[in-house]
C-alpha cells in the first residue's frame, strides 16, 4: 500500500528535454512526463484510452501529446483534442492528468486527490544547478519494495559495516557506536549527531563532524555533513553548531516506489562550489561504490524476506528506532488520508503524525 497525497520524484530535470515524452512507473501507475513549448512540465497517464498504447511512445506536438499508434491527441490537462476519421463520431475519453512540479532539479508528480496537492509539501532539496554547490547525480533501481530503501537510510549505523571500505572509510566510521537524536515532525523525522575526535583518510588532524539529515514521507533524504576543528562539539554546547566548517558536504536522494517490488533511487552528492573538481569526482566514485553494496544487500535481504513465512518476526536493535518511526509516520499518513472526510476533518480522530507510538 502506498501514501498518495504527496509528492514523489518521478524524474531528474534533465532526464525530460523539450522535444519528446519519457516513460515512469510511480506507484504502479505509469505516467508520461512531458514539456509544454515553455519548458513547463506536465504529466499525463501513460495509457491511451483507445487501445491502452503508451502515449510516451507519442509525438510532442505544441502543448500536446499524439498518441502514435492510432492518432488520437491530448492536451496537457488530459482533454482529447483531436481523434482521426469521420466526423460525428463518439467524443474519446480524456486520459488522467497528474500535478507536476519541477523544482531542486527533479520531477515531482502527486499521485493523489489533485485538490489536495499542495506545493507547500514538496521536501527542499539543493539543486544540481545551485552555484553555491559543486554536485554530481545518478540513479539505480532496485528490485527491492521501498520501505527497505527507507529503512536502510533512516538506519545509518550499517555505514560501519556494508560500507566498510567506501563510506564509512572516508567518513572516519563509529555510525553504530551510539544513537542520533531523531526530532519527529508531521511529515519528516530529523537526525542530528555529532562525531568527536575523528580522523579523515591521508590527514593527521582530529575533526569533529556534524551530520544532519532530514527523512521526509514518502522517502525524501536531505543531509549536511560538516567538519570542524576538534573541540567544535564541545564549543557548541554539542548542539547545532555555530561556525565556519573546514567541509561542507550535502546529498540529495529520493526513494521513489516503481511498484510493490521494484524502486528508483534519484541521489546527488555535492560538496562547496570552491572544492577542487578531483575531489569531487573522487568522492562521488565513492558514493556510487557505496550504493552499489546497498543494493547488494538490500536486494538480498529482499529475497530472504519473501522465502520467509509471514509469522517470524524480525529481532530489534536500538538502532532501529529510526526506520520504525518512518515506517509508522508513512503508516499514519496512509491511514488519514484513507478515512472518510468528516474523520480527517475531526482532529480527534486524526492519527498520530509525529512518527511516534
Known sequence: MFLRNCWYAAAWSHELNRDSPIARTVIGEPIALARRSDGTPFALEDRCPHRFAPLSLGRKEGDSLRCMYHGLLFGADGR?????????GAPAPAV?????IERDSWLWGWMGDTAQADAALIP????????????QSGQLDYE???????DNLCDLSHLDFVHEGTLGLVTGGGWSDELPRIKPHQRSLRFERWFIGKTIPRSPALIDRWTTYDYYAPGVFIMENRSYP????????????????ISYRIEQQAVTPIDERRTRYLYASGFEAN???????????????AFAEDRLMIEGQQRILDATPRDRRMSFLPSDKGPVAMRRL?????????MPPRQQDDRSAAPNMTGRG
Open 80 to 88: 482529447c483534442q483531436h481523434a482521426p476519421g469521420p466526423p460525428g
Open 96 to 100: 488522467r492528468s497528474f500535478p507536476v
Open 124 to 135: 527542499p532539496a539543493f539543486g544540481l544547478d545551485n552555484p553555491a554547490w559543486v554536485m
Open 144 to 150: 527491492a519494495n521501498y520501505e527497505l530503501v527507507n
Open 230 to 245: 576538534h573541540g567544535a562539539a564541545a564549543r557548541n554546547d554539542f548542539k547545532v553548531p555555530d561556525e565556519p566548517p
Open 275 to 289: 572544492i577542487p573538481a578531483k575531489l569531487m569526482e573522487g568522492m562521488f566514485e565513492v558514493v556510487q561504490n
Open 330 to 338: 508513512i503508516a499514519n499518513l496512509i491511514r488519514h488520508e484513507t
